[in-house]
């Protein structure tokens, strides 16, 4: 397409001591901004590309951290829950403590009266650092999911742990398939769930996680 020069000439009048006279030139391209707008886009896409991946490798790096700064495996934070708050656990999870940075497992136990317990234990020593009451409105299904099950959280961390080591344990009382979910990391760092049957405590992948990271990584791709 055409390019179109256009130059304007501006004349100042004279000042003391001698006249300036100034001329502006000014190249047009129909195809500029549009052009110009593309690759802002492409950036913007690449730089986001760039973040999330890097998101992705702090996260990574995160969890790798949490895993490598407890000595306290499931089985043995949810035993020493169990000792500080007798019930039922209904998971057991290695996360951050509230705001800080400092991890614990946060293990979540039923007790006999239906009251919910968020207990607290030091991954480093297996000491219980804390206990609060929670409210949960789904105690009937855990009761009624719970009732045929000879499989227990702890037996599920422990048959879990031959897959890697676990990073939390929980029940699934919601669809079809009730049962026990684990989360597990390799020592390279590999991340994968897992199914524990209620009953015979049978460790199976979960088969419905790898379809969504199958469906995410098409995403992805288009």
């Known amino acids: 397409m055409k390019r179109n020069i256009v130059i304007a000439a501006v004349t100042a009048a004279a000042l003391i001591g001698g006249g300036t006279a100034t001329a502006l030139a000014t190249t047009g391209d129909d195809q500029g901004p549009a052009r110009q707008a593309a690759n802002t886009k492409l950036s913007d896409d690449g730089n986001r ?11 990574r790096d995160d969890d790798a951290a949490k895993v490598s700064a407890s000595d306290v495996t499931a089985p043995e934070a949810i035993a020493s829950a169990l000792k ?20 614990v497992w946060k ?26 009451t929670d409210d949960e ?10 009732k045929g099950s000879s499989v227990t959280a702890e037996e599920a961390a422990k048959a879990a742990a ?15 398939d009730k049962s026990w979910e684990a989360e597990t ?10 199914k524990i049957d209620l009953a015979s405590g049978k460790v199976t ?3 419905s996680d790898a379809q969504d990271d199958d469906a995410d990584d098409a995403d992805d791709q288009d």
């Open 162 to 176: 031959g897959k890697g080591v676990v990073t939390s344990v929980g029940l699934d009382e919601d669809g079809k």
């Open 84 to 103: 500080h708050t007798s019930g039922t656990v209904v998971s057991a999870e290695l996360d951050d403590e509230d705001d800080s940075d400092k991890v």
């Open 137 to 146: 409105d789904d105690t009937a299904q855990v009761r009624a999911t719970l």
């Open 185 to 194: 990391r390799t020592s390279a760092g590999a991340e994968q769930d897992w």
């Open 205 to 207: 992948a979960d088969r």
């Open 49 to 59: 590309d760039d973040q999330d991946d890097r998101n992705d490798r702090n996260d």
């Open 107 to 132: 293990v979540d136990v039923l007790s006999g009266d239906n009251t919910w317990h968020s207990v607290s234990v030091d991954p480093s020593s297996g000491k219980v650092l804390g206990s609060q």
